[in-house]
Structures are given as C-alpha cells and as structure tokens.
C-alpha cells in the first residue's frame, strides 16, 4: 500500500514538474513537447527488428488488454487528531492510434479524491507517450516520453512490446 501511494505522490511530482508554471499538457502533442524540458520527464529511443505493422499490432492488442486498469488503495498518514484514511482511485485510460507511418500509444491516468491544481484533459493526466515508425523493412522506431522516477515496470513493458518480447502486463500496484 505504501508503493502505491509513493507512486501517487511520484504521479503529482511528475505533473506538476510537467507542467512548470503554466498549464498541464492537454494532448499527446503537447505532452511530447513538454516533456523533454520537464525534470522528472525523459524521452527513450530505441530501434527494434520487427516490421512496423507487428510493433503497431502488438499496441493495439496490449494496451487495452494490458493498461486499461483501475487500482485503489488506501493509505494511512498521521493528522493532527489521529491517524487520516485517505482512498486512492487510479484509472488509467489507454488510447492506440494507427496509420500507415505511425502507429501511437497513449496512457492518461485519472486519480479519484485529489485536488487538481491544473485542468485535467479528458480522459486523464498524461502519464506515457510512445510512438512508432518504420525506418526500413524489418526495422522500426520507437520514441517513448515518460517519467524519468516510478512506473518501472510500465515502461518495461512498452520497451518490451515495441522489441516483440513477451513480458506480460505491468503491475500497476507498485
């Protein structure tokens, strides 16, 4: 219970890093835009051996399966007249678009019971970006903005899914 809410708080921090002192990204564009200026944000890219058609199929048939989620977890902290119960809702809201030179992989997460400092786009903060394009025959590109802190084993995974490996789905409750 304890990851979860250090991944929440490693969630805020990234957002609001994000965002500096303007607005929160509101689109996949500007996400990719913001996050190489953000300090808790970074931006990987890696080449793999695999057609662009199976890279973009792999992501239409593992981000749903794998990242449509909701976690709860509730977390204890002290207050000043006793301990404070505080529930956490995370839903996460993948979104895959396809074209004939760019197939795209959003993840956008929505927490339930926190105070919002910025507009929320719908569907959620964005919280990965991965887009991929062939660069040859057998070859493609995959350029993936994300958090630099947290989210291990959700970045694992879109890593892995991009080189064809199968590694399941992240465990979005560490």
Known sequence: MKKIFTCCI???TFAVVLSGCGTMPQ???EFRKAVPGALTGKVETFDVDRPFSAVAETFEEKGPECLNKTVSTTATTPGQYGPVVSTYTVTYNPTVLVSENMAELHLQQ???NTVKVHKEPD????LLV???YPIGDNKTRVDLYCPAIGHESLIKAVRAWGSGENVGCPDFTH
């Open 123 to 126: 569907g959620g903060y964005f």
């Open 110 to 112: 929505h927490t339930d």
């Open 130 to 132: 991965a887009d991929a």
């Open 10 to 12: 490693a969630i805020a």
């Open 27 to 29: 689109t996949a564009d």
